[in-house]
């Protein structure tokens, strides 16, 4: 039995594993990240997929998915160069991890680690999310913030917006004009972060097909670090449409 909102200990995992290596490493992406120094917007530029284990049962009413398969996969991807990604390769190999709560959760021993090649980043491509992007704007200030949809008026502006911010920020450097165009029926979709805690906070984004314009050098990046805010958690996962 696993948690349905597991992403958030997958989280806590990958920190975990980058921290056996390199403990300031590690202190320095969970509290701070990536940007330019005094800025309240930085980047952990890493992503994460959802499990796949086949076609589990669900247990609606007490949040569970029922794990019938014996293997999963992930798939983990850093915004990093070549030396440092076959580094973090090898920190993965014969890792352990217990996935859960208190109550229910599941032990996994990594089996193998597979590099991954790059497609052929080009201008315009099709993307299909594969966990949610998440939009959100917060212009009072309150504690919650209001999450916006492809249905949205200001859904796109706002999302351009971060993409260009996080390239700029992490890179020093305009990325030029970005563009998102013929957005699939979406459908929303979300995940609770640190579940079962204080700051326990669902956070709701949207999975649809859409089609991005901009440099190579942008698709690289949300290749490699997600697309959407707060991928260190799990969101703005993207695949090949």
Known sequence: MLPMDYQYYLSAWIYKVLKQADAQYATFLHNNGYGRPGDNKLYKLFCYSRLNFGKPVLWKDKRLFEVK??????????????????????????????????????????????????????????????????????????????????????????????????????????????????????????FLIKPGTKEETRVIGSLFDFTLKASPEVHKMIWNAGISEKSSNGFGWVELS
């Open 69 to 190: 398969n014996r293997e999963a996969e992930l798939h983990i991807s850093f915004d990093v160069d070549d030396a440092a990604m076959n580094f973090i390769k090898g920190l993965f190999s014969s890792q352990s991890v217990y996935l859960g709560d208190q109550f229910n959760g599941i032990d996994f021993t990594v089996s193998s680690v597979e590099g991954l090649g790059d497609p052929d980043f080009k201008t315009e491509m099709r993307y299909r999310l594969r966990s949610p992007w998440v939009v959100s704007i917060n212009e009072d200030k309150s504690i919650h913030p209001q999450y916006l949809y492809p249905d949205h008026k200001d859904f796109i502006a706002y999302a351009v917006k971060h993409i260009k911010e996080k390239y700029y920020n992490t890179r020093m450097k305009e990325c030029g004009e970005i563009a998102i165009e013929d957005l699939s029926e979406y459908k929303k979709s979300g």
